[in-house]
């Protein structure tokens, strides 16, 4: 199993470029989520998933959208890049069905906004 | 949502054992405890979960006392690749377990 993976890894956009962050997982887990993590700070919640075709908010939606059509895929869109959306994404899945037990990282996505 | 306190930062010795200890006053029947632990530029890493008394498994142990408002995270013998950030985490019944929150985390250096 590849676990979760992210791409790109890296990224730089300008301020209101629009694009894609891709997350993937292959261990048929229910439950996806993204979070954000700016520098020496803690992981905050933009939205999650509790199964394919279910979206919800989670603590930072703002400026994100997220879509989840099969239960291995959950892409996060930025609209309008804004260099407050300058920060490390990663995405994370649970075969629990909830995040509350283990959830499996992936490797993050570092974005940059100029 | 459940909010948890923990030690800024914490510093500690090859071959000693390390205590982290985290406050969840506000934790909930049904919530479990869960820690984390972040090397620099990776994704937070599963290390262990409990829901009372104590859990160990073969990285650390988890020491939850009966009234459930705080949890201690012990690592036996830590070496120099246990430098990382350690997150504390309580899970949200009121969300369905949907959400959960990371605080700051403790940040632990270990020197030789």
């Known amino acids: 199993n590849a676990g979760v993976t992210q791409t790109p890894k890296f990224q730089v956009l300008k301020t209101g470029q629009s694009m894609t962050l891709q997350c993937a997982q292959d261990?048929?887990?229910?439950?996806m989520s993204w979070y954000r993590q700016d520098p020496g700070m803690g992981l905050r919640l933009i939205h999650y998933?509790?199964?394919?075709?279910?979206?919800d908010q989670g603590e930072v939606p703002n400026g994100y959208n997220v879509s989840r059509s099969t239960t291995e895929d959950f892409p996060l869109r930025l609209l309008s890049a804004a260099p407050s959306q300058t920060s490390v994404y990663f995405c994370?899945?649970?075969?629990?069905?909830?995040?509350?037990?283990?959830?499996?990282f992936g490797p993050g996505t570092r974005l940059t906004v100029t | 949502l459940a909010k948890t306190t923990q030690p800024i930062s914490m510093d500690s010795y090859e071959g000693q054992e390390v205590n982290i200890t985290c406050s969840h006053n506000?934790?909930?029947?049904?919530?479990?405890i869960t820690w984390y632990q972040q090397f620099p530029s990776q994704g937070p890493r599963f290390i262990i979960q409990g829901y009372k008394t104590k859990v160990t498994n073969e990285v650390a142990s988890l020491f939850i006392p009966a009234d459930r408002k705080s949890s201690t995270l012990s690592l036996p013998r830590v070496s120099l690749s246990d430098t990382a950030v350690y997150y504390c985490?309580?899970?949200?019944?009121?969300?369905?377990?949907?959400?959960?929150?990371f605080g700051t985390g403790t940040r632990l250096l270990v020197s030789p």
């Open positions: 506000n934790i909930a029947t049904n919530d479990y």
């Open positions: 261990m048929n887990h229910e439950y």
């Open positions: 998933s509790v199964g394919a075709g279910i979206t």
């Open positions: 994370a899945s649970s075969g629990h069905g909830t995040p509350d037990r283990e959830q499996y």
């Open positions: 985490l309580v899970g949200d019944s009121n969300t369905g377990f949907q959400k959960l929150v």
